[in-house]
């Protein structure tokens, strides 16, 4: 089975700061990656995704999350915040030849002025 | 063009009594997920459906929960007898034949009284 581990339930950043969410997972197989955003008020938007390939992942919005097979961690950065990300992140991990998605309990990103 | 749409967008029902939820996926895609966000329980996976195979339910809680697909379409959650731990927002996905890119609705906010 799967878990997904997001270490920060909160994090206030001041607006161009520089942000990072932490996302470790369990698994005894390999797995796709994940990272959602949920606005308020809004449904659940995909930012970025692994599936193979460079570890360096590019997303929506500045965004970049980079997968580290030997840490089992999938960290999402950006180098400069807006007050437009404030937001609710979920990461996300999915068994290779299964679809569903299983997500961490999420980090809640404020950004102030 | 349309996303996911799901109805209704709120339902308080009194416990005991039987309620339905409905998603219409965005046309054209295989696979449809059903997905439940409580305070208390995060974001859980609940019911899979990939075209024509048997769905994968292994996340339903309960044999109160059922879901079915008509046509390879559109989706109803049945809850029977619900019960007040069944208040949450159920959020339904879908997803084009192996992108891995699930598209959330914007969800239905269940409260049972």
């Known amino acids: 089975a799967q878990s997904v581990t997001q270490l920060d339930s909160q994090v206030p950043v001041f607006e161009e700061a520089p942000v990072e969410l932490r996302c470790n997972y369990s698994s005894s197989v390999s797995v796709y990656l994940f990272w959602y955003v949920q606005y308020p008020n809004q449904g659940l938007q995909l930012l970025l995704k692994?599936?193979?390939?460079?570890?360096l992942v590019k997303g929506i919005n500045g965004f970049e999350a980079e997968f580290n097979k030997s840490q089992t961690s999938f960290h999402l950065r950006k180098p400069s915040v807006h007050i437009s990300d404030t937001a609710e992140y979920f990461c996300a991990v999915s068994e290779i030849g299964t679809d569903k998605l299983i997500f961490g309990t999420g980090t809640r990103l404020q950004v102030f002025p | 063009g349309a996303g996911v749409s799901q109805s209704p967008s709120n339902k308080v029902t009194e416990k005991g009594k039987d309620v339905e939820l409905r998603c219409d996926p965005i046309s054209g895609h295989t696979a449809l997920y059903w997905y439940r966000q409580s305070l208390g329980q995060g974001l859980e996976f609940l019911i899979y459906f990939q075209g024509n195979s048997a769905p994968d339910k292994s996340g339903l809680p309960s044999d109160r929960f059922s879901a079915e697909r008509t046509g390879g379409s559109v989706s109803t959650l049945t809850i029977q007898r619900t019960q007040q731990e069944d208040s949450a927002v159920y959020l339904c996905a879908s997803s084009p034949t192996r992108t891995y890119e699930q598209y959330f609705g914007p969800g239905t906010r269940l409260t049972v009284t």
């Open positions: 692994y599936l193979s390939g460079s570890t």
